[in-house]
């Protein structure tokens, strides 16, 4: 939905009343009049400059008759037509005595061309020439009540489709009595319509699948009949075959006889949502049946009195909690990935908005602080996907010695002069194959989470040795490894607490005190790495972290060249046309809004088919930047289909998760969202120089 101009309702002060009487007094006259009766007033002296002045602050017009007896009159019947619905300008015509429109035909026709007029003859009386004015004035003020009350009702209305849109949902109206449905885009898109295909209540009741019909038909002739609130789940059949799910809710409007007049609700496809409700059954059916399996194998060896029932115990509990962080894991990882997408709609129109803020200082600071709180949002998801194991990692060789070394200052700085901090670092480790940045983080972490521990102060050790795992476990393989430990003395955690340290939000400080991210990011990032997060900890005695990293196969760091340089998006050659594809409306407005600022023309497609269809037009497109994950076809499978239609086509994927899925072994572009638009120019500029 585009944004819509919203005129400032006008102070009945800055009305005022325009004159037109260019022969003899009567302008100066009226002028004075009004002056006397507090009633601003502004003269034009021709017909050109008095239509030129009409607006929304003139409250009323005063004009001879004369002045328009033989004057074109299309300027101001045109401006007349072209009012807003709230505006029915008033006029005051004076006329000569005995010139009123009862006796005056051509009077009569100014009533006609006007609209809103009173007729004043001359010579008039001052009393009565202010009584007209000022009952124009009020007059006037009313349609500005009305104007306003008409803006905050479309106001109100703009607001529920915003957030109708941002929460996927589709509105729709049933009419009773004639059967009409009256649907939205996003409605029709539930049902695999196109916005501008035609969808009546016929096409709705076809759409079912045939073994819900009867069951939603019935939903309705209840609703109808009580007056209960319309509440149902059921099958759709789209076009090309498949089939999806809809949830509709709704309730009944009557008219004030009671007597009931249609039906107002949303839908909302919950196909995925029950996908994953699903697998996550089938998931809970395969733990059962291992569980079960186990049990019964532990059963038949009940006999060989107490190793093997704490072996079950334990295979169970480990099952179960595998169970529960996966389950976690998929939550949090799909709630990182809505989020990112929602936040790219948000930073890319405040990025937008800056530009064009001018001078406005205080604009620019309210601006400047939804970035920084949009940015923490973005910084939030990035923890939320560590925790899920699907940030993007730069796997590189890593000397942990001197990544340690390094951070001594900051973690000095970050701790507090209360907290000695001992390193114990040996020469000669082998480096360790890591993502530094977030290493750097998770050592940062560890050491403000010992720092919080330790509210009276004390020392945190941190230490680095090499240790080798000679047996594979279900934690680590067999191999050698790097562990980073960060010890304290603080308060320690019972063996409940710890159980329950890595997941995420949970947190033992003070409500607003921490995200209960920091733990579970650090865990989720071990695992990436195949590596592992140890933690031992006693009340009263303080907690030890270990971090086991493996240690590197390659030979030495890797060192990013001096003079890498980002590529100069200025530097590309020219406009470039661009197909963009991103099923969420807002985020494709958005990003559409970016490139055209960059100088780019774009054609927006939101969703696989329509790209196809775009592509296979005969228009041709230098770059397709797609998102991920949509609908019907993923960013992957519109990649690929795209190939065959245009094989040497430049392709940039955007993806709400860090990372694409293995598999995809395509030559694309990858860019994680939320992107600012300098992250997406040089995107751009590093594909079109490759290409």
């Known amino acids: 939905m585009k944004p819509q101009t919203r005129t400032a309702a006008i102070p009945n002060s800055d009305a005022f009343g325009l004159i037109h009487a260019p022969i003899g007094r009567d302008a100066q006259i009226a002028a004075s009049l009004l002056q006397e009766a507090g009633i601003e007033s502004k003269t034009a002296p021709d017909l050109s400059s008095f239509v030129a002045s009409f607006g929304d602050k003139v409250a009323f017009a005063v004009v001879t008759e004369e002045a328009l007896r033989s004057a074109d009159l299309r300027a101001i019947s045109a401006w007349i037509e072209e009012q807003p619905s709230w505006s029915d300008l008033p006029f005051i015509i004076l006329t000569n005595r005995g010139g009123g429109p009862e006796r005056n035909p051509a009077a009569a026709r100014l009533s006609g061309v006007l609209g809103n007029v009173s007729f004043v003859e001359r010579p008039f009386h001052a009393t009565t020439f202010i009584s007209v004015a000022r009952s124009a004035m009020r007059g006037r003020r009313r349609q500005y009540d009305a104007r306003t009350r008409i803006e905050a009702l479309d106001e109100g209305e703009r607001r529920l489709q915003t957030a109708l849109e941002a929460g996927r949902l589709g509105a729709w109206e049933l009419d009773l009595a004639s059967g009409v449905l009256t649907t939205s885009s996003t409605c029709k898109a539930i049902f695999g319509r196109r916005p501008e295909d035609p969808f009546t209540y016929k096409d709705l009741l076809g759409s079912i699948h045939p073994e819900d019909r009867k069951r939603m038909e019935a939903a309705v002739s209840r609703t109808a009949e009580t007056g209960a609130d319309y509440s149902i789940e059921y099958r759709t059949i789209w076009s090309d075959g498949s089939v999806h799910w809809a949830e509709i809710r709704a309730q009944l409007y009557k008219d004030r006889s009671g007597k009931a007049m249609k039906m107002v609700g949303v839908s909302a496809d919950i196909t995925a949502r029950l996908k994953a409700e699903e697998h996550q059954r089938q998931l809970n059916e395969i733990l059962e049946e291992k569980v079960a399996e186990r049990t019964r194998e532990l059963e038949q060896a009940h006999a060989n009195v107490m190793a093997e029932v704490t072996q079950r115990e334990r295979a169970e509990e480990q099952l179960r909690q595998a169970q529960k962080m996966e389950a976690i894991g998929q939550l949090t990882g799909g709630v990182a990935h809505d989020f990112n997408n929602l936040l790219m709609a948000v930073l890319g129109n405040l990025e937008l908005l800056r530009k064009y803020v001018g001078n406005d200082i205080r604009a620019a600071r309210l601006i400047d602080g939804a970035l920084q709180g949009a940015k923490r949002g973005a910084s939030l998801t990035q923890r939320l996907l560590a925790f899920a194991r699907r940030q993007d990692l730069h796997i590189d060789p890593v000397d942990m010695r001197s990544l340690v070394i390094g951070m001594t200052d900051l973690l000095k700085r970050s701790v507090g002069s209360t907290i000695l901090i001992e390193t114990t670092v040996p020469d000669n480790l082998p480096l360790v194959s890591a993502d530094a940045n977030q290493i750097e983080l998770a050592l940062l972490n560890l050491a403000v989470n010992a720092r919080d521990a330790m509210p009276d102060g004390g020392a945190i050790r941190i230490a680095l040795k090499q240790a080798e795992q000679i047996a594979p476990t279900d934690e680590l393989a067999a191999g050698s490894y790097v562990v980073l430990t960060v010890a304290d003395e603080g308060s320690g955690m019972d063996k409940e607490t710890l159980q329950k340290a890595i997941e995420p939000f949970f947190s033992t400080k003070e409500l607003g005190k921490g995200t209960g991210l920091g733990l579970s990011m650090i865990h989720g990032l071990a695992l990436q790495l195949k590596g592992d997060l140890k933690l031992e900890s006693t009340p009263g005695k303080g907690t030890t972290a270990e971090l086991w990293i493996p240690v590197s196969t390659s030979a030495s760091v890797h060192i990013e060249p001096e003079d890498a340089m980002p590529v100069d998006a200025d530097k590309v050659s020219g406009p470039k046309r661009i197909l963009l594809v991103d099923d969420d409306v807002l985020i494709a407005m958005s990003s559409a809004d970016m490139l055209t600022d ?94």
């Open 598 to 691: 960059l100088g780019h023309e774009v054609v927006e497609a939101h969703s696989g088919k329509e790209a196809l269809e775009c592509l296979g037009n005969g228009a041709g497109f230098d770059l397709m930047i797609t998102d991920y994950s949509m609908p019907g076809m993923t960013g992957g499978d519109l990649a690929k289909a795209a190939r065959t239609i245009a094989p040497g086509l430049p392709i940039l994927i955007a993806s709400g998760y860090a990372e694409l899925p293995p598999g995809l072994d395509l030559d694309v572009a990858k860019l994680g969202k939320p992107y600012t638009q300098d992250q997406l120019a040089q995107e751009i500029g590093k594909l079109m120089v490759a290409h």
